[in-house]
């Protein structure tokens, strides 16, 4: 674990060898941490938010819905079938499909 | 000699007073808006003014708590006023059964996890509604992890990793179901362009079936 190899290495000369983190460098070093960006940072160093970057979710109503993370364990996993030459993310599989369950309507 | 004052010339402004006894604040400009925050403003900038423990003299400003008693705990259970809770709170969201910690026989006696073939049929309003359900359990499972780290009884971590585990995989496995859907789909609408059963202008119905007269090939 990488905590513990710094604890190890924690003399002056062989922490210089290491990758810096976000917790080193009193405000001279950046590093993101995967969650990106909500906006824009202003010549005078000031932050403007894009609200089209920033994260919605969207809880739907759970009314009456009866399906649970788990399936019984009585039922063998369902493994996924397809024909010869087919796998699922094929248009053709799905256009076939689309048209034979929404079709006409 | 006369006490008759000279007649002024014209020119000069004229005094608001010339009584030497009655002293009045003569502004330089009588105008409104400049009349305002002419008065001095007086007030005692030392709160600790006149304080003293040793003569018991306290604070002139009176905190607001001291105007009333000091509550007086209630000491026999059997006594005290029940809490009135909503029995429909969201709160309880985070909670199974309204029970703090599960029996780690009842936190094992959970199912296996969706798999990707069982999930690819079902649709959108399901899956989503699938999702946010393992986002609750999950939320139920941390609730009772932090418990866990207060009362440190010392067994239960086990049966809710494997648990939240399972909820993980449904959750990874509805997300690999929608991708693969949506890359079907894209594919799809390519070749939905230069198909001729399909009509993607959005005016009038999109399947239009094409039927074959397979006999008529038969004739000779």
């Not at chain 2, 607001?64 to 259970?77: G, H, I, S």
Request: hydrophobic fraction near 30%; proline fraction near 7%; aromatic fraction near 8%.
């Amino acid at each position: 674990m990488r905590a513990t190899l710094i604890n190890l290495a924690r003399a002056p000369s062989s922490i210089r060898r290491l990758p810096l983190t976000t917790k080193m460098v009193n405000g001279g070093f950046y590093k993101g941490n995967r969650t990106g960006t909500v906006g824009r940072h202003t010549k005078h160093g000031g932050f403007v938010i894009d609200w089209e970057r920033v994260r919605t979710y969207v809880v739907p109503d759970m009314k009456g819905f009866e399906l649970t993370p788990f399936v019984t364990n009585k039922m063998e996993p369902t493994l996924g079938r397809f024909p010869q030459g087919e796998h699922p993310i094929m248009g053709s599989v799905y256009l076939r499909k689309w048209k034979n369950e929404n079709g006409e309507s | 000699m006369s006490l008759a004052r000279p007649l002024r010339p014209l020119l000069q402004r004229p005094a608001i007073s010339t009584c030497p006894t009655i002293a009045r604040i003569r502004p330089l400009s009588t105008s409104p808006l400049l009349q305002e925050h002419t008065k001095r403003i007086t007030k005692d900038r030392n709160p600790k003014r006149g304080m003293s423990p040793m003569r018991g003299v306290g604070p002139k400003q009176m905190l607001e708590t001291e105007q009333y008693d000091l509550p007086r705990p209630v000491l026999d259970p059997k006594a005290r006023t029940e809490v009135k809770t909503d029995e429909d709170h969201g709160l309880w969201g985070f909670f199974h059964e309204k029970k703090c910690l599960p029996t780690p026989e009842e936190d094992h006696a959970h199912g296996r996890a969706w798999t990707a073939a069982e999930l690819r049929i079902k649709s959108w309003d399901d899956l989503h509604r699938l999702w946010w359900a393992c986002v609750k359990e999950r939320n139920i499972i941390a609730t009772q992890q932090k418990e866990r780290e207060r009362l440190d009884p010392g067994y239960g971590e086990y049966e809710s990793e494997e648990r939240e585990a399972e909820v993980i995989k449904t959750q990874k496995r509805i997300r690999y179901v929608l991708t693969e859907r949506y890359y079907a789909w894209e594919e799809a609408r390519e070749i939905a362009e230069t198909d001729p059963e399909v009509n993607l202008s959005g005016v009038g119905q999109a399947y239009v079936p094409v039927y074959e007269e397979t006999f008529e090939q038969t004739k000779a």
